[in-house]
């Protein structure tokens, strides 16, 4: 995707997040556990569905937050996975985010999370890859650092 596309779609994803009401946005605290087994984790907003599905090594359990918002003209749907104390000790081994009733349209994966001054540090391209309804990690080119996901998408809303 060319950098104006990216562009447009990180200020479209900015606007949309100013322009969601309570009922269509919801922020949940969640651990992430290692330990090498499959975990998931979802929420909802009206009938669409963020679930993010992972396994990681390493250290403890972690305090990881989801949050999941619907624009007031039900067009775009937001997913975001992160650590809100910035950079996981953890080392994933697999990470996939699934949206459910929408095509994706801006995706990007981070190995660390901003905090105090700091800016978020996205994964290489090559790392994840972004797929109609999914994103998830490139095998054999992921770093196994995982510190936030934010997948956008275009809800299947029909004019009538």
């Not at 990180?10 to 330990?35: D, H, R, Y």
């Not at 599905?53 to 975001?80: H, I, K, P, R």
């Not at 998830?136 to 299947?156: E, M, W």
């Amino acid at each position: 995707m060319q950098l104006f596309g990216k562009m447009s779609l990180l200020l479209l994803g900015i606007s949309m997040s100013l322009c969601v009401s309570a009922e269509q946005t919801k922020v949940v605290e969640f651990n992430v556990k290692p330990g090498g087994v499959v975990h998931t984790f979802s929420e909802k907003v009206s009938k669409y569905e963020c679930i993010f599905t992972y396994a990681s090594q390493g250290g403890t359990n972690e305090q990881w937050l989801m949050s999941v918002g619907l624009s007031e003209d039900d067009q775009l749907f937001s997913c975001s996975v992160w650590r809100p104390q910035g950079k996981s000790y953890l080392f994933f081994t697999q990470f996939k985010a699934e949206l459910k009733g929408t095509k994706i349209e801006y995706a990007n994966a981070f190995s660390e999370t901003a905090v105090t001054g700091q800016r978020d540090v996205p994964l290489k391209p090559d790392e994840f890859t972004v797929g109609e309804s999914t994103v998830t990690q490139r095998d054999g080119k992921f770093s196994a650092q995982l510190s936030k996901l934010t997948v956008i998408g275009r809800t299947r809303h029909e004019e009538l």
